[in-house]
């Protein structure tokens, strides 16, 4: 069965450091997510992505986050300057359609970002 | 924000029984709605959704109930087996938006 894959599982990095946490969407899907999760909380939307540009995007996602599809299969995020309150786990997904909020979306078994 | 809301924190339910998951919701925009689980260290699983056009969606022992008029749905399980000990989340989108937003999350239990 298809699957969302996300790599590394676990980053460690030092405040203040560029981190890029790196994913594969299911192979026909065309819209593609980022959540987060910090310990004990709800898990959030970030961003989601569509005909390579940006849809939506939360509050939380300020100017040192940013999105990418580099190539036919990989959707990655950039957090440029870590800060210690972006440790958390981050989640990727995708869904086969979009726009109307009605597809199912897909979810990575996700990357533990710490931040010391 | 506080607009997905899964009041019990916790369940244990046994083997065999119907497990029943609860979740309200305050936006009214809301028509679309998802239940996940989620194992530890792995990422949330979508298991069934429903529209608001309709009161229920069924698949195999996984059924969820809408009422909209009470911004309330469930999820019910039957029967319930030790491996859907799990976090249920619930989680909902409105029409003009693909972001979904979760609860909080309920522990199911499921023993012997």
């Known amino acids: 069965e298809p699957e969302v894959t996300q790599t590394p599982s676990h980053q460690v990095t030092q405040m203040g450091q560029e981190v890029i946490l790196r994913c594969v969407p299911i192979s026909n899907h065309l819209y593609f997510y980022w959540y987060r999760q910090i310990l004990g909380q709800k898990v959030e939307f970030l961003v989601s992505f569509y005909n390579n540009e940006i849809s939506e995007k939360s509050e939380i996602f300020d100017d040192q986050f940013s999105v990418e599809r580099p190539d036919g299969s990989n959707f990655t995020l950039k957090i440029r300057s870590t800060k210690l309150e972006d440790s958390a786990m981050y989640f990727c997904?995708?869904?086969?359609?979009?726009?109307?909020?009605?597809?199912?979306?897909?979810f990575g078994p996700g990357t533990r970002l710490t931040v010391t | 924000d506080q607009q997905v809301k899964q009041n019990s924190p916790s369940l244990s339910v046994q083997e065999g029984r119907i497990s029943i998951l609860n979740c309200d919701y305050t936006n009214s925009m809301f028509d679309y709605f998802l239940w996940y689980k989620k194992y530890p260290a792995e990422g949330p699983t979508f298991l069934i959704s429903?529209?608001?056009?309709?009161d229920k969606n069924e698949d195999g022992r996984f059924t969820v109930f809408l009422n909209k008029s009470a911004k309330h749905l469930s999820l019910h399980i039957v029967p319930s087996q030790p491996g859907d000990s799990a976090v249920y989340f619930c989680a909902a989108s409105a029409d003009n938006t693909d972001k979904l937003i979760f609860g909080t999350g309920t522990r199911l239990q499921v023993f012997p």
């Open positions: 429903i529209s608001s056009i309709k």
């Open positions: 997904a995708s869904s086969e359609a979009g726009g109307l909020g009605s597809y199912e979306q897909y």
